[in-house]
């Protein structure tokens, strides 16, 4: 049967999240994970069924797509259909076609799993690798030592001290207590947790959100932040440490994690941490 582009609807959203569940692997590089659906979420199940593609065939998801910001399409495949040269083509069509609901026409940019057939097409088709990102990955097999630092999980009572922190540390974010409600009550969130980690004076100082995609599979960070008024104090350090125990706590495998590699000092931050960097990866992109 042929490849089945489609957009799910807010129902359909559980077996897109599934697929990805199932794909995750310590074996793989960092890939689109269920934690970025769950993050996305903070906007809405409507808005997040509208940014998410699926390719099927009969009836098997085979690729999960996250359309995540203007021209931006995250999308990973199933390990056994990576080299699937009719799959490869058949996405190929759909993203270079505005038409086909994918991309807009212009700039876009593409991130897939570097082994994947369909990064050989795009470079064929005149796309080039954009700058690099670093993946950073903490096996779990281990305890993982106190975090240093006093850290709670967050629940309704501290949404709003939380989000508060979040928008320190992100400039221009808009995560509000009321868009970690809606995150909250998302499909994916039932395997995540957000953590928030104060100071000696009771501060709070630094928050995470980690996205496990069920035990025994790597679970993810997204997003960490430290509050501005308190950076340069090992804070990002300290939560990051926090966030790679409450996964192995959830039955995670390891703690993954991805920032561009120009950020030197988030690198550093979760080397600190315990995170050991993988090769390199690169969105694909095409020009304007």
Known sequence: MSIELSEPDVNGLGEAV?????WQSDASPLQLHPGDLGWFWRAGPEATATAVRTWSRDGRILAVGLLDGPGLLRLTIARDARRDEELARSMLADVTDPDRGV???GRASIEAPMTARLQDLLAGAGWHADEPWTPLHRDLAQPVPPPGVRVERVGP???????????????????????WHTMAAGLPFADARTLLAYDDEGAAVACVTVWSASA?????????????DHRGRGHGRAISVA??????????SSAMVCTPASNTAAVATY?????????????????A
């Open 243 to 252: 966030a790679a125990a409450a996964l192995r706590d959830m039955g995670a």
């Open 157 to 179: 009572g501290l949404a709003a001290e939380s989000t508060a922190v979040h928008r320190s540390a992100f400039d221009g974010s808009t995560f509000t207590e009321e868009r």
């Open 103 to 105: 991309l807009p026409a």
């Open 271 to 287: 080397r600190a941490a315990g995170y050991e960097p993988r090769a390199l990866v690169r969105d694909m992109t095409r020009d």
């Open 216 to 228: 025994g599979r790597p679970g993810l960070l997204e997003p960490m932040g430290v509050h501005r």
């Open 18 to 22: 599934a697929a990805l569940r199932g």
